[in-house]
């Protein structure tokens, strides 16, 4: 089956430090990633859509500038936490969507970030 | 208004009794319905897919239904396990090209012994 690695699994920064996270489709190559944040017994919330070579497209209320987006292989993408507060703490999660099976977005595991 | 509802919010149910949850829609034009399984701190883990010919699908000892007229769908677990204890969220798609889904709130399984 399709796998989606984030990497780190968790991170914990100092306010005011970045922090990036990265997306791969390990087994496929995903020209569509979707970046998640999800509150503690919350659904997901989609932040952005990332297309391979172009531009993220964010969801309304998503700063472009506090969370940079690069999609710049068909394989990774990386979301970037600039200038990091404790409001931005919360579960980042990733999908690529696959070529195969009706589009089906496949998940990464998430990614937890502390910030202090 | 979320166009995907769940119920119920939370439900908690002894180790080998059966479980039914439920989604209701209102996306529109629809594409597919999904269910997934998430493990607390995990991603969610896609357990069925279905599209609007699809009636019934299954995956091991769960088995979900959609009846696209009504804009419903339920998700059984059958003989459930400790290992169940997660979230389950309905996940609908419509048929734009974007792929953008429509999340549920999720039901929360908790299994005892």
């Known amino acids: 089956g399709a796998v989606v690695s984030q990497h780190p699994s968790w991170v914990i920064c100092k306010s005011g430090t970045s922090v990036k996270i990265e997306c791969r489709s390990l087994d496929f190559q995903a020209t569509t990633m979707f970046w998640y944040r999800q509150f503690p017994k919350q659904s997901l919330m989609l932040m952005a859509t990332?297309?391979?070579?172009?531009?993220?497209?964010?969801e309304q209320g998503v700063e472009k500038d506090k969370f940079l987006i690069n999609h710049a292989s068909l394989t990774l993408s990386t979301l970037t936490v600039t200038s990091a507060h404790p409001e931005d703490s919360s579960f980042y999660i990733c999908?690529?969507?696959?070529?195969?099976?009706?589009?089906?977005?496949?998940f990464g595991p998430g990614t937890r970030l502390t910030v202090l | 208004k979320n166009q995907v509802e769940q119920s119920p919010q939370s439900l908690i149910i002894l180790e080998g009794k059966n479980c039914t949850l439920q989604c209701n829609y209102t996306v529109s034009p629809f594409s597919n319905l999904r269910w997934y399984k998430q493990d607390t701190g995990r991603g969610p883990v896609s357990l069925t897919i279905?599209?609007?010919?699809?009636n019934t699908k299954s995956n091991g000892r769960y088995t979900a239904t959609l009846d696209a007229d009504t804009k419903q769908s339920s998700l059984h677990i059958t003989a459930s396990q400790l290992s169940d204890s997660a979230s389950y969220i309905c996940?609908?798609?419509?048929?734009?090209?974007?792929?953008?889904?429509?999340f549920g709130a999720g039901t929360q399984v908790v299994v005892t012994p």
């Open positions: 279905m599209t609007f010919s699809e």
């Open positions: 990332s297309n391979e070579g172009s531009k993220a497209t964010y």
């Open positions: 996940v609908v798609s419509g048929t734009d090209s974007w792929g953008k889904l429509q």
């Open positions: 999908s690529a969507r696959a070529p195969r099976d009706h589009g089906e977005q496949f």
